[in-house]
């Protein structure tokens, strides 16, 4: 069984260049969570979708981010432009919202921005 | 201002003693706690959870201990393993908009040498 599918693993990029993450959740679940890890933050909650629908986008850090999810099998998050400081780790996470509470994360996408 | 505090950031243990991983938070909303291992280039993986109706949850060789008059958390691994070597995240969460949504924190990362 397929766990949270995430694209690119690895991503450099310039400055200015837009950049956009994938995720495909796990088949059944009905929430989805982006995340940004970094030594100085942790692991911080940018936006999360139930039944497509965004819920709460308030750690999205600048109007240069976005995310869509236009079916339950697919979500995208944006950076344009992106910058030096948006080099992170980005997590995907479904989880079930009717189970139990735990999140199922992708293996991440790692973001350089030169 | 962190919710959930980690104030170890790394542990070292020896292969077959104790590991106590500890963690700290401030927001009384919070009911459900749970823990999760990462492994370097992978996604954070669920470990053991408890609610805040209970005061311990034991899964084979991890067990969780919950102090709310403390807010306080902390996760025991015996015999420890080199296989759990990891970065640990304690995560704290409450339902809103539908969703379980846990704030983690900063991890511990745990080295159990042979």
């Known amino acids: 069984d397929a766990g949270v599918i995430q694209s690119p693993r690895h991503e450099v990029t310039e400055m200015g260049q837009e950049v956009t993450l994938r995720c495909k959740p796990i088949s059944g679940h009905n929430s989805l969570f982006w995340y940004r890890q970094t030594m100085m933050r942790g692991l911080e909650l940018l936006i999360y979708?139930?039944?497509?629908?965004?819920?709460?986008d308030s750690g999205m850090p600048e109007d240069r981010f976005s995310a869509k999810m236009p079916n339950a099998s697919f979500s995208t998050l944006k950076i344009q432009p992106s910058e030096p400081r948006d080099s992170a780790v980005y997590f995907c996470?479904?989880?079930?919202?009717?189970?139990?509470?735990?999140?199922?994360f992708g293996p991440g996408t790692r973001l350089t921005v030169l | 201002d962190q919710q959930v505090k980690q104030n170890s950031p790394s542990l070292s243990v020896q292969e077959g003693r104790i590991s106590i991983l500890n963690c700290d938070y401030t927001n009384s909303m919070f009911d459900y706690f749970l823990w999760y291992k990462k492994y370097p280039a992978e996604g954070p993986t669920f470990l053991i959870s408890i609610s805040s109706i209970k005061d311990k949850n034991e899964d084979g060789r991890f067990t969780v201990f919950l102090n709310k008059s403390a807010k306080h958390l902390s996760l025991h691994i015996v015999p420890s393993q080199p296989g759990d070597s990891a970065v640990y995240f304690c995560a704290a969460s409450s339902r809103t908009g539908g969703s379980y949504i846990p704030t983690f924190g900063r991890g511990t990362s745990l080295i159990v040498h042979p």
């Open positions: 979708f139930n039944n497509n629908v965004p819920i709460d």
């Open positions: 996470a479904s989880s079930f919202s009717e189970g139990g509470n735990e999140q199922f």
